[in-house]
């Protein structure tokens, strides 16, 4: 019954009430500066515990990036897209320029996820079978294939990796984020997304 | 006097609380980080970013920074050597146009290793650029250098925001896993999946802990004044307090120009002549030598 | 002229149930020190966050009735012009803290609103000076002692000089070392800046000598708004919704219970001393 009624749920999330208004505001960028610190924090927390410097794997910062476009919209994909500088220098695993070459991957990782909630109407507290397999399958699997894609086409470009290393590398890479976004990301779906709708800063179109 | 009761913690790390950096204003020494970081791109001789890890380090010295603060990036720098040097032997590319070497009973490819000695040494070099600066300013140097060119008001806040709450989330993260540990829980004898587990469970309050914040936040934001768009209330131009408190000097002039003229020279030589070539390497000619190769 | 003005206000956060304040009327004349006291969750910050507009600007919920500043609408008030009208500090400082120095902090408002960088520097030299932390200008606002950081707050606020300034519980978080400090900052704006101060505060001792008025706030509605010592008088009823009269006020005003006191209820312990002297011979045992 609880699955039959989340299911006729599912999507409306996204859905402006009649009479309600929503427009950007300081709570949203107040809340991209936090998450761009969060994104610091976990980011350098998972490159300096698994330290393979350049080659992500293992690496929970996706997560924060596609959970956090999936809550906070645009904000969120913005914060995905820059947190990785900081936290690539930090952590040394990736000097500058890298990190500016890695910026598409970034958004793209942030960007496909929350694209996939929104268009196909999936409901980020993960209620249905449905909502589990548009985050596993986008959230995860293909936001770190395309960032993993174009990731090792920058190892390659810099010279970091030989072009016959692309496709283990982008295997590895693939799955390798793959675990943590799964278990880190599901996480914070499943127990984080009902505070978060209940906040103002939370974004039901792109930017409100 | 030991140089660490110098030293001051910041968000982003630890720097000196006294360094010859400071006398430089911070867009002077953001042209530094842009240097060192983004000029080994143009060279490939790898004795020539040695020489640039080597000047980077003498940078370190000069700047007062605390050695025993590297520390950290051993280990990263052993992986990241490893990594880069199995990935050249396991997928070295076509092998019938490279040139095998026998080395302790292994057959290497000698231009994949090459290039990963080179890719390695040049990937260093750019880290530790970005490393100095970190070591050599404080979060406010960091403002203030991206607003003295020009960076407008909101995204450099948003910056300092963004850096502000990394040290919050920090201590926040600090302050839970010291409350585990004073519950007597020793991480060393958890299973990974047990480690996994509870780094998650960790992160969880802390996204809780955010949204509070960002109501609070956004509150102190309003209740001084500040709107969406950065202006102030008279309508005109908003005033830079602590940029316009910083005097760019004669010497960070000649420093910021010598220091962006040599690495469009570089660039310029670099692609218009082979001297930052592989090529042109007489320690990679040395090596090859003592190889049998060429 | 009244600098603040509250008729019929009602207010209910979003997700709440009840309303946190009910029909509230209140009005408080310009240059007028008042202690704002009522027992935990009694609607305190709920009326002082209506006052700073933060109700409804910044917080989401429903309300009813007018909150009028120097007779403007403060809902119309734009944010920039009502942070010159009004300055609010947090209970908790650390969370109205954006900047990464305490220099950056003060200087923060003032650019806001507008002023140009020498009225900046000298507005920035008279708050720190004021509140004590001129030798703090260059550290972080996260890494200082608590009593520093509620003064960094009240500078950071002060240095836009408003006319109105509200102060929740701003002794809430501090050392008694502290609190006398933010006290005597509070007192020197009351006398030398001619500012209405609104201060909200279980620590009825240290304010209640500052105040013109008392408003005791009791689930959500004004109950009383009267000087203090009017308020202090009905011990019994302050203590009957747990709020907690000046220890001095109390002992005297057991003594008048006996009998053994007929003159009006101090409330320092300076006026407790004279008080004390017009006691008959023996009351004190």
Redesign the interface.
């Known amino acids: 019954m609880a699955t039959n009624s989340a299911a006729g749920s599912s999507g409306r999330i996204w859905v402006v009430e009649e009479g309600e208004r929503r427009s950007p505001g ?1 709570i949203h960028v107040v809340m991209m500066a936090l998450f761009i610190g969060i994104g610091i924090v976990v980011g350098t927390l998972g490159s300096l515990a698994i330290p393979i410097g350049f080659v992500s794997a293992f690496w929970p910062g996706q997560a924060v990036q596609a959970v956090g476009s999936i809550w906070f919209g645009a904000w969120g994909v913005i914060a995905g897209m820059f947190f990785p500088f900081i936290s690539n220098a930090m952590s040394g695993s990736a000097p500058i320029p890298v990190s500016a070459a890695y910026l598409p991957a970034n958004f793209i990782q942030g960007f496909l996820a929350v694209a996939a909630f929104k268009l196909l109407k999936g409901d980020p507290r993960l209620l249905t079978a449905r909502d589990w397999t548009i985050w596993v399958v986008f959230g995860v699997l293909v936001a770190n294939f395309v960032g993993a894609f174009w990731g090792t086409y920058v190892l390659s470009w810099f010279g970091l990796i030989t072009d016959q290393a692309r496709i283990p590398a982008l295997l590895g890479w693939t799955f390798g984020n793959s675990i943590p976004s799964l278990i880190f990301g599901s996480i914070l779906l499943k127990y984080v997304t009902p505070m978060v709708i ?1 906040s ?1 800063a939370f974004v039901k179109g792109w930017w409100a | 006097m030991a140089r660490s009761e110098f030293a001051k ?3 982003l790390g630890i720097v000196p609380a006294d360094s010859p950096f400071y006398a430089f204003h911070p867009v002077t020494r953001l042209a530094f980080l842009f240097v060192l970081s983004v000029t080994p791109m143009f060279i490939d001789r790898p004795e020539i970013n040695l020489a640039i890890i080597a000047m980077t380090f003498g940078l370190f010295w000069w700047g007062r920074v605390r050695m025993s603060d590297l520390k950290k990036y051993r280990l990263l720098l052993v992986t990241v050597a490893l990594f880069m040097f199995i990935v050249a032997y396991l997928a070295p590319g076509d092998k019938a146009q490279l040139t095998p070497v026998r080395l302790v009973g292994l057959t290497l490819y000698w231009e994949p290793m090459r290039w990963a000695f080179v890719s390695y040494v040049r990937l260093m070099a750019m880290l530790f650029g970005a490393i100095l600066y970190f070591s050599t300013n ?3 140097d960091v ?1 203030v250098g991206l607003r003295t060119l020009r960076l407008p008001f909101q995204v450099s806040y948003v910056a ?2 963004s ?2 709450s990394a ?2 989330f920090m ?1 926040d993260f600090a302050t839970i896993r010291e409350a585990e540990q004073a519950r007597a829980l020793d991480l060393d004898a958890l299973s990974l999946r047990e480690k996994v587990k509870l780094y998650t469970m960790y992160t969880v309050p802390l996204f809780a802990v955010a949204l509070r ?1 960002a ?13 969406l768009s950065g202006r ?5 131009k ?5 940029r ?1 408190k910083s005097v760019l000097r004669v010497r960070d002039w000649v420093v910021s120009f010598g220091l962006l003229g040599t690495f469009v020279v570089i660039a310029i030589v670099s692609r218009t002549t082979g001297v930052f070539s592989i090529q042109a390497s007489p320690l990679i000619g040395f090596v090859e030598q003592l190889l049998g190769i060429g | 002229m009244n600098a603040i003005e509250l008729s019929g206000v009602t207010w209910r956060y979003e ?1 709440a149930k009840e309303p946190a304040l009910v029909d509230v009327d209140l009005a408080i004349p310009e240059g007028e020190f008042v202690l704002v006291i009522g027992p935990n969750e009694a609607g305190k910050t709920t009326l002082v966050s209506a006052i ?3 109700i409804p ?4 919920g429903v309300l009813k009735g007018d909150v009028l500043v120097f007779g403007e609408r403060v809902e119309s008030i ?7 009208q009004i ?2 500090v ?1 209970a ?1 400082p650390e ?7 305490v ?2 902090e003060i ?11 020498e009225t ?2 000298k507005r ?1 030299e008279w708050a720190a000076r004021i509140t004590g932390v001129e030798d703090l200008l260059d550290k ?1 606002p ?2 200082i002692s608590g009593g520093q950081k509620q003064r960094v707050a009240i500078a ?2 002060i240095a ?1 000089q408003p006319r109105i300034l509200i102060l929740d519980e701003p002794t809430a978080m501090i050392d008694p070392l502290g609190k006398d400090l933010v006290v005597r900052i509070c007192a020197e704006l009351k006398n030398d800046h001619d500012m209405t101060i609104v201060v909200v505060e279980h620590n009825i001792e240290a304010f209640a000598p500052l105040a013109d008025k008392v408003v005791m706030v009791n689930e959500g509605r004004v109950e009383r708004v009267a000087p203090p010592r009017e308020i202090f008088r009905d011990l019994d009823y302050l203590l009957a919704r747990d709020v907690h009269p000046p220890q001095v006020s109390q002992v005297f005003g057991r003594l008048r219970e006996r009998g053994l006191y007929r003159g009006e209820l101090p409330l320092s312990d300076e006026e407790g001393f004279a008080s004390w002297r017009t006691l008959p011979e023996g009351a004190a045992r």
């Open positions: 300081i209940r103002k | 913690k910041t968000l404080r979060e406010r403002l300092g925001l850096l502000r040290g919050m201590e914040r109501d609070e936040i956004s509150a102190a934001l309003y209740a001084r004044g500040y709107t102030p209330g008279t309508g005109g908003r005033t830079d307090y602590l316009d | 997700h700073k507009g933060l600007n910044s917080i989401t734009k944010p920039p012009v009502l942070a010159k300055g609010f947090f908790d969370s109205q803290f954006t900047a990464l120095t220099e950056e200087v923060f408002g003032l650019e806001n609103v507008g002023w140009p960088r900046i520097g920035v972080p996260y890494d950071s606020v836009m």
